[in-house]
């Protein structure tokens, strides 16, 4: 079945450990995004690639960065992980801007 | 800018029928409703285009009002799966922002509760 992976479901990492989530898909989508989610908030987008075109919202932190090496993955890269950003991580796909996003299960990341 | 929506949470009882309101201050492109269940990823139910279409997902309807921005969302004989966060994500029209387009924002989110 075609689908959105992501790696690992949970992730523990201590205060400014650097850590790496990963996400695949098998839609042969354009579009990849990163949301974070915090409990009991709706999704906050991070950002998304069209494509290899990379799109950072102004209020995502430098501490994270993304990187999309082919159609099929996109890792989220969190350089300096502070205790405000343990959350669940999402990752969504979309044919095209503005289509159906489709999310993977998320990586619950804690941060000790 | 984030839409609005409305109930925050809705106990119901099994059989019930409930409204989750999605309202915006902007042109709406298009309106995407989301189920979340706890610790789960969103779950797409279904996505609305134009002005006063209207689309069903099982016993799961909702209408578009492109007119008024809003969106509703109306769960018919609510059965106990149907528990959940329900999301609004909107879209506004392309060439209002190259910010912005394309970009789903999503609503605070509707707590249900459907108990037997």
């Known amino acids: 079945d075609a689908m959105v992976i992501q790696n690992p479901r949970y992730q523990v990492t201590q205060f400014g450990k650097p850590v790496t989530l990963s996400c695949s898909q098998t839609?042969?989508?354009?579009?990849m995004y990163w949301y974070q989610q915090k409990s009991s908030q709706a999704p906050k987008l991070l950002f998304h690639?069209?494509?290899?075109?990379?799109?950072n919202e102004a209020d995502t932190p430098d501490n994270f960065q993304s990187r999309r090496p082919n159609t099929s993955f996109c890792f989220l890269d969190i350089r300096s992980p502070g205790l405000g950003d343990a959350a669940m991580y999402l990752c969504?796909?979309?044919?095209?801007?503005?289509?159906?996003?489709?999310f993977g299960p998320g990586t619950r990341l804690t941060v000790l | 800018q984030q839409p609005v929506q409305s109930p925050q949470a809705v106990i119901l009882r099994e059989g019930e029928d409930a409204v989750i309101n999605c309202s915006s201050s902007?042109?709406?492109?298009?309106v995407h409703w989301y189920r979340q269940k706890h610790g789960e990823a969103p779950v797409f139910l279904m996505i609305?285009?134009?002005?006063?279409e209207q689309k069903g997902h099982d016993k799961i309807s909702a209408s578009f009002n492109e007119k008024k921005q809003q969106s509703s969302l109306y769960l018919t004989a609510s059965q106990l799966s149907y528990s959940g966060t329900y999301f609004c994500?909107?879209?506004?029209?392309?060439?209002?922002?190259?910010?912005?387009?394309?970009?789903?924002?999503f609503g605070a989110g509707t707590q249900v509760v459907v108990t037997p």
């Open positions: 969504a796909t979309s044919r095209g801007i503005s289509d159906t996003q489709y």
């Open positions: 839609l042969n989508h354009n579009v």
């Open positions: 690639y069209y494509d290899k075109d990379f799109n």
């Open positions: 902007k042109a709406l492109y298009s």
């Open positions: 609305l285009l134009k002005g006063g």
């Open positions: 994500g909107t879209t506004t029209p392309p060439g209002m922002t190259t910010d912005s387009w394309g970009k789903l924002q």
